[in-house]
């Protein structure tokens, strides 16, 4: 299947009362892992560039066509989005010239009336050509690719503001931090998310996905979270499979050749495609 829009996946996420996850990819194994669990699950997937993975991978363009010639040389025949994650103004344009299914503008960081300006900017351009935006009210805490937020709750009445400009999905900052919990973390914001999702009907989204107990991502999505992005849960995976394949010595294998990258990252590739899995059977997302 061709890569897709994103409002074709979660036009019934609100009223099923299920997510789509949305994986961060950085290079040719994660782009596999992630696309096997999708179809292995039958179920749709969003895959996300942060603008730090795309620089790291060689541009926007290559990252796209890694994503494209992947899903085809796989036959994959599930529903992929191509998504810009956490873009600023210019890499969310970027992504809409080159041909990302979806980009997120972040304008977290400016003052909310411009945040308001360039989302209605960017929705009018990407949905000229079809392609959905995701904009943020109030921010996520901690750092993924150097960009840092405090961890603001999301205002109800800014995030009505944004959702009036069309946009196709929102993410709030409601107590959600990339990267690793702290030990001392607060948890999710529930009360908030109650009273954003009973002013807005565009489907939310929660980032840093990582590391929330399961029933606290279960309970977001009963109260209107549909997207989930997961990036450093995959990280983890990887890291962990690989350092236990070299600490068993067996990149020293010369017989077995144990070095060969395609044995060395192995172990990883599959640990993440079963993260995606786990993640995918939490996020209670049916199969097509
Ligand atoms: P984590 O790295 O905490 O899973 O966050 C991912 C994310 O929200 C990407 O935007």
């Keep these: 299947m061709a890569l897709v829009n994103g409002n074709e996946i979660f036009k019934n996420a609100r009223a ?10 950085n290079n040719l194994e994660w782009t596999r892992a992630i696309l096997a669990a999708a179809e292995e699950t039958k179920t749709p997937i969003l895959i996300q560039t942060s603008m730090g993975a795309a620089k790291y991978m060689g541009g926007y363009e290559l990252c796209l066509h890694l994503v494209q010639d992947t899903v085809k040389s796989m036959g ?3 529903p992929v989005v191509m998504h810009l994650d956490h873009g600023n103004y210019e890499a969310a344009k970027e992504c809409i010239k080159v041909g990302y299914n979806s980009v997120m503008f972040d304008g977290h960081d400016l003052p909310f009336a411009e945040n308001l300006e360039k989302t209605k900017e960017i929705v009018k351009l990407a949905h000229a050509q079809g392609m959905s935006v995701e904009a943020e009210v109030g921010s996520i805490g901690g750092t993924e690719d150097g960009i840092t937020g405090a961890g603001e709750l999301a205002s109800v009445e800014e995030a009505q503001t944004l959702a009036a400009t069309g946009v196709d999905y929102l993410a709030c900052g409601i107590g959600n931090i990339h990267g690793v919990y702290p030990a001392n973390w607060q948890g999710l914001n529930f009360d908030r998310l109650q009273e954003i999702a009973a002013a807005v009907q565009t489907p939310l989204v929660l980032h840093g996905g990582s590391g929330i107990p399961k029933e606290q991502i279960v309970k977001a999505i009963s109260l209107g979270i549909s997207k989930v992005n997961v990036n450093t ?41 079963e993260t995606v899995k786990e993640r995918i059977a939490w996020f209670g997302t049916p199969a097509v």
């Design 16 to 25: 099923g009362k299920y997510a789509v996850g949305a994986f961060n990819t």
């Design 233 to 273: 849960e995959c990280q983890l995976a990887f890291a962990k499979a690989t350092r236990q394949y070299v600490e068993a010595g067996k990149d020293q294998d010369i017989d077995a050749k144990g070095y060969d990258p395609r044995k060395l990252l192995a172990p990883g590739t599959e640990a993440i495609k």
């Design 76 to 78: 994959i025949t599930v």
